[in-house]
């Protein structure tokens, strides 16, 4: 079975990175952002529940728990005799995995419980007197952009305009689902975490692009994305904000140069399937678990 950790846990998810690395910026970035979402969060479950199952075999090697279910334990601790120490370094990282999840989804909860609490519901876009430049989305049923008077006075109406359709793409294409997801990846296997800062700002090129259409004008929204970026001092409330630091200029340029991106569609299908061969893969580890304690248990 160490073939399964081997494959699952070390060597796919940096795979996953590199192949995110040759897709991203050749697809358009709304549906770039969807594809790598899910196969991060499928790369990434596919490694926990690889470590579940040797963190089971850790379990069932122990006395007392191989008397309680039937289980042989030297049969147990055969099938990873060569590797021993595999199965409780999984115990250790499926442990630490589950914290890092736990912690990063009980974060994002807070996060947008506090957000509706202080920035209600409102017919589409909610103005709070505060000289503070800044705009963002707030997710919900229906959800909602905040803009502040600062923002507001600082832009002409064609960039607050072209501001404001850039939020509300965000809450159209539901992008804080997709952030969650690849940030959870990330929490779950450290190697992610690399996918998921492209999946933020590839949310945020989507959004660029949708205002882009609705504007009429790519270069109003980059003027617009780049006069906020210089007045804002970030966004304090932990949501997607309407111009992050350090990818504005990339941004921008995209937005200018719009004939410089391709779009290979047959690349998505490289991280795609990774992650669905991981899945398989994660199936047939499940699989000889089953078959191993059964075997135990004659």
Known sequence: MFDHFLVSVVVAPPLFVALVWLVAGRIAPAQSAVVLAWSAAAAAASSVVNLAVFAVVAAAEIPAVGRAFGWSTRIVAADTARVPWVVWLSVVL?????????????????????????????????????GVPQAFAVPGRPGHVVVTTGMRDLLSDRHLDALLAHE??????????LVLLADLAAAAHPALRWVARQVDYL???????????????????????????????????GL????????????????????????????????????????????????????LLTLAAR
């Open 94 to 130: 499926l442990v630490a995995a589950g914290v890092s999840v736990g912690r990063r989804w009980t974060v994002h909860r807070r996060t947008l419980a506090r957000a509706r609490v202080e920035f209600p519901s409102t017919d589409g876009v909610l103005v709070v007197a505060d």
């Open 203 to 237: 949310v945020e090129r989507a959004a660029d692009e949708a205002a882009a259409r609705q504007t009429g004008s790519r270069r109003t929204v980059a003027e617009a994305i780049g006069a906020a970026a210089l007045a804002s001092t970030g966004n304090a409330h």
């Open 168 to 177: 509300r793409a965000h809450l159209t294409g539901r992008h804080h689902r």
């Open 240 to 291: 997607n904000a309407a111009t992050p630091g350090g990818v504005v200029p990339r941004r921008v340029a995209a937005l200018l140069r719009p004939g410089a991106r391709t779009n290979l569609w047959a690349l998505a299908v490289l991280p795609a399937g990774v992650a669905a061969f991981t899945l398989a893969w994660t199936g047939e580890a499940v699989y000889d678990l089953v078959e």
